[in-house]
C-alpha cells in the first residue's frame, strides 16, 4: 500500500453563513483580567469552557451547571443552595453567577426517573441549564401509549424540573451521500466518515469515528470496491458513547490534523475541548456542507430505535446536543470550534438542514480518554493539499472535481450491524456550487453510515444519488 495523505472531514455544499464566521477577523480581542468579585469577565467561548471544567472540579455539585452568554461573552454559572462562599469563588474567578432552584442532584435523579420510565425509541433528554430543567425530546415516532408514558412521566417531575418538546423527525443516525469511507460486508457495502485523524496509544496513524461503524464492520476502504485501508482497534456502541478507533493498516500514512472549512480555509486541530451549553460549532459534512449552530445540552441521553428488534432500543449516553443541521450523508463527521478545538463527531439525530432539528454528537474528550489516542500526525504535519476539486489520494474516501465523488455507494445498517438498503451520494450535485472544504484538501470520509447496533450487516449495495445535497437513502431500512 503506498503512502498515503489522510485528511479529515471533506467538501460539500459549505453554508456561507457558516464560513463568514470562520473568517481571520472574526475572533476579537478578548479581557483576560481576572474578575473581581461581582465583576464577570469578557471570554471567548474556548475560555469560557476551559473557566467552567475549572470551577466544575473545584467547587463540584455546587454548581447546578454553566452555559456560555454570547451576547455578553461572558460564562454563566448556576448556584443551587446559595452558598456565599462558592458564589464568592465563581465571581473571583471571573464568572456571572446566577441563582437557580433546582441542584444538580435534583437534575440527576429527575434524568434516573426518566431512565426508568420513559427510555422508549425516539426520545432524547439533557439538561438546559439556561432554564436550569430537563428538556425532553420526544420525536415523530412517539405516539400512542408511548408518547402518554413520556408525557406523564415528565408532568410527574413538575413544570418546574422538566419540559417536553416535539421533534417533526426521528431519531436515526445518519448514512449515504459524499465521498465516504467503505467497507464490505456480506450482501453489500456499508459506508461511514471519517472524523478526525488521531495517533494511537501505540504511535501508529489512526482516526475516530462513530462507534456504529466500527460495531458493524472491522476494516474500512477508501473506495467502494477497494482493498482496506484502515482496521477497527475499539468500537462503542450502545451504552456508553458512540466512538470508534480505526488504525490505518499502513504505518508511514500521513493523518494531518486538521479540518478544510472550505472558502480556502484550513482549520488546525490543536486540541480536544469539551462543549459548552450556549457556544458556537461548526459541523462539516460531504452531504451539507459547513454549517454552524449552539450547543444547547450536555450529557445527553437518546434512545435510538432498535432495528435489530422491533420492540428494542439502543440507547446512548453522555453525548452533546446541538441545534446545528445534519442529514443522512454527515454521520461520523467533525464537530470542532473556530480556533481549533475539536468537540465532537456526529452521532444522529432527527430534521435536516431545511427545517432544522436536533443533531448528537460524541464528545471528542471522551473517546480520546476511552482509547487512549491522542490529537495529532505524529509530526506529519498538514500534508500537502492538491488543487480546488482536485482530490487524488485522498487517504478516505477520494475525490475527482468539485464535488464529483469517486467512490459511491454506501450502506445504511439496521440495528445489529444489519445493513438494510444503500445510498451513495455519487452525484456532482452533491458537492455544487459549494465552498469546498480546505479548498481541495482531500475530503475525508465524511459520509455516514447508519449503523446502529452489533453484528454482521446484511446491505443491499449501493444506490445512486443525485442533487445537491440530496444524500437520502433509496432503499429500505435508510436513515
Not at 453563513?17 to 471567548?44: C, I, V
Not at 461572558?74 to 456571572?96: P, T, Y
Not at 459541523?283 to 434512545?303: F, I, K, P, Y
Request: charged fraction near 15%; charge should be negative.
Amino acid at each position: 500500500m503506498p503512502k498515503r495523505k489522510a485528511a479529515i472531514a471533506v467538501g460539500g455544499v459549505a453554508a456561507l453563513g457558516a464560513a463568514a464566521l470562520l473568517l481571520p477577523n472574526a475572533n476579537a480581542s478578548q479581557d483576560k483580567a481576572s474578575g473581581a468579585a461581582g465583576t464577570a469577565r469578557t471570554l471567548k467561548a474556548a475560555d469560557a469552557s476551559d473557566l467552567a471544567a475549572q470551577l466544575q472540579k473545584a467547587l463540584g455539585d455546587a454548581l447546578a451547571g454553566s452555559y456560555y452568554d454570547s451576547s455578553k461573552q461572558q460564562l454563566v454559572v448556576n448556584v443551587a443552595s446559595g452558598d456565599k462562599n462558592v458564589i464568592v469563588q465563581a465571581e473571583k474567578a471571573g464568572a456571572a453567577v446566577r441563582q437557580v432552584d433546582n441542584s444538580t442532584a435534583e437534575l440527576e435523579s429527575a434524568a434516573r426517573t426518566l431512565k426508568s420510565r420513559a427510555t422508549v425509541p425516539g426520545t432524547a433528554w439533557a439538561v438546559d441549564p439556561r432554564t436550569n430543567k430537563v428538556v425532553v425530546t420526544a420525536d415523530s415516532t412517539v405516539t400512542g401509549a408511548k408518547w402518554d408514558r413520556v408525557q406523564s412521566t415528565v408532568r410527574g417531575l413538575g413544570s418546574g424540573m422538566a419540559t417536553l418538546k416535539r421533534s417533526s423527525g426521528s431519531f436515526k443516525t445518519f448514512v449515504s451521500g459524499g465521498d465516504a469511507i467503505f467497507s464490505q460486508v456480506q450482501g453489500g457495502n456499508v459506508r461511514c466518515s471519517l472524523g478526525f485523524n488521531v495517533t494511537a496509544s501505540d504511535g501508529s496513524p489512526a482516526f475516530l469515528t462513530a462507534g456504529h461503524c466500527g460495531v458493524a464492520a472491522k476494516q474500512w476502504s477508501d473506495s467502494q470496491n477497494g482493498q482496506p485501508i484502515a482496521t477497527v482497534d475499539q468500537a462503542t456502541f450502545p451504552g456508553e458513547g458512540d466512538f470508534s478507533l480505526v488504525k490505518y493498516d499502513d504505518p508511514n500514512t500521513q493523518a494531518p490534523s486538521e479540518v478544510n472549512a472550505g472558502n480556502g480555509q484550513t482549520v488546525q486541530i490543536n486540541q480536544a475541548a469539551d462543549a459548552t451549553v450556549g457556544q458556537t460549532v461548526f459541523r462539516m459534512g460531504s452531504t451539507t456542507g459547513l454549517h454552524n449552530g449552539q450547543v444547547t445540552g450536555l450529557d445527553a441521553t437518546v434512545n435510538f430505535q432498535s432495528e435489530t428488534d422491533p420492540n428494542g432500543v439502543d440507547t446512548v449516553t453522555g453525548l452533546i446536543q446541538t441545534n446545528v443541521c445534519a442529514e443522512a450523508g454527515d454521520s461520523g463527521g467533525s464537530l470542532f470550534t473556530q480556533d481549533g478545538g475539536a468537540v465532537g463527531l456526529t452521532s444522529g439525530g432527527s430534521g435536516d438542514c431545511t427545517s432544522g432539528g436536533e443533531t448528537f454528537f460524541q464528545p471528542v474528550t471522551a473517546a480520546l480518554q476511552a482509547t487512549g489516542a491522542t490529537l495529532g500526525d505524529g509530526g506529519n504535519g498538514a500534508g500537502g493539499q492538491a488543487g480546488a476539486g482536485d482530490q487524488a489520494g485522498a487517504g478516505a474516501g477520494d475525490q475527482a472535481g468539485a464535488g464529483d465523488q469517486a467512490g459511491a455507494g454506501a450502506g445504511d445498517q439496521a440495528g445489529a450491524g444489519d445493513q438494510a438498503g444503500a445510498g451513495d451520494g455519487s452525484g456532482a450535485g452533491d458537492q455544487a456550487g459549494g465552498d469546498q472544504i480546505g479548498g481541495g484538501a482531500d475530503p475525508s470520509a465524511t459520509a455516514g453510515g447508519d449503523q446502529s447496533g452489533t453484528g454482521e450487516g446484511t446491505g443491499t449495495g449501493a444506490g445512486d444519488q443525485s442533487g445537491a445535497g440530496d444524500a437520502a437513502a433509496s432503499s429500505d431500512g435508510s436513515h
